[in-house]
Nanobody
């Protein structure tokens, strides 16, 4: 089935920026939307943002509104997460997945990638 690969993570200082990518490989990806989630040590997986493929409708967690921007390139089957004004609270493994809605509930998504580590230092 569809395979997803996250990339773009790394170590960045507080106040800095990173852009994450989520690329679908292999067969054509036909989900309604793509979502970004993150998981820090000792915490549950947390919704970050989602975007629909066709119209680009978006949904953001309150914690990232105004700082993060989700976008997509339909021709490349790729979704991006531009992260600005990063703080240590953003440190986590970031995952992408396909979903049938813009839901913030992880159980509504599937096809999870392996994740990419984002570490924000003080």
């Amino acid at each position: 089935q569809v395979q997803l690969a996250e990339s773009g993570g790394g170590l960045v200082q507080a106040g800095g920026s990173l852009r994450l990518s989520c690329a679908a490989s292999g067969r054509t990806f036909n989900s309604y939307a793509m979502g970004w989630f993150r998981q820090a040590p000792g915490q549950e997986r947390e919704f970050v943002a989602a975007i629909s493929w066709r119209l680009g409708r978006t949904n953001y967690a309150d914690s990232v509104k105004g700082r993060f921007t989700i976008s997509r390139d339909n021709a490349k089957n790729t979704v991006y997460l531009q992260m600005n004004s990063l703080t240590p609270e953003d440190t986590a493994v970031y995952y992408c997945a396909g979903g049938g809605t813009l839901s913030a509930i992880p159980e509504r998504y599937d096809g999870w990638g392996q994740g990419t580590q984002v570490t924000v230092s003080s």
